[in-house]
């Protein structure tokens, strides 16, 4: 049985700023390198044996710290990226509203349906991400596998693993540097933790 560690990034500037990440990046906050200290050390209770993390920016200074903690190599891989959010990268929520008004109302009541202008819908998010996971449950045995992604990607990835519609997006709260652990059982995979964020205490 593999057990899987989902850990979204640490806090970002433009987290702060309420702007939209997805390819765009921004570099962590103080804030945010404390809590990937944090969520490092509560990782070391247990035996990670690999890291994969999305290769971009913001995912890459966590999985360093974490790296360093757990003493263990990161692998990098393009299918945990951020949903590309297009022409809204960068953009507060109350931009989006005046500027792209009907996608967004898309986006906030039938999420699954939403075409961002130039970005990536929910549907292809869906399929690199389980397709990704669903390769490396295979490609291991009796693992704890350690994912750094993103809160869009692992509540599509959660939805996904559940067999839930896509709509149910707003449904599932991913907080920085929150605990997801799934074990893939025999009969499929059971989620043991959801968004935890009890380090973030200490």
Do not use: C
């Not at 690999?50 to 299918?79: C, H, M, P, Q, W």
């Not at 693992?143 to 149910?168: A, P, R």
């Amino acid at each position: 049985m593999n057990t899987f560690f989902i850990v979204r990034h640490g806090e970002t500037q433009w987290n702060i700023e309420g702007k939209t990440q997805g390819h765009g990046d921004s570099k962590l906050t103080e804030e945010g390198k404390r809590q990937a200290e944090n969520i490092a050390k509560r990782l070391s209770k247990y035996d990670i044996d690999f890291i994969y993390s999305s290769d971009l920016g913001r995912t890459k200074e966590t999985s360093a710290i974490i790296s360093n903690i757990l003493s263990k190599d990161v692998n990098y891989l393009e299918s945990l990226r951020e949903i590309n959010f297009g022409k809204w990268e960068g953009l507060t929520i109350d931009e989006i509203k005046k500027t792209y008004t009907d996608v967004y109302r898309i986006w906030r009541n039938e999420p699954h349906k939403a075409i961002i202008p130039d970005g990536e819908n929910l549907v292809a998010l869906k399929e690199r991400i389980y397709k990704q996971v669903i390769n490396l449950n295979k490609n291991h045995t009796n693992s704890n596998i350690l994912l750094i992604s993103h809160g869009m990607t692992i509540k599509v990835l959660l939805l996904s693993l559940l067999g839930s519609d896509l709509s149910n997006l707003y449904r599932i709260k991913q907080d920085n540097t929150a605990l997801n652990i799934v074990q893939f059982k025999e009969y499929g995979p059971v989620i043991v933790k959801l968004n935890d964020t009890n380090h973030l205490n200490y």
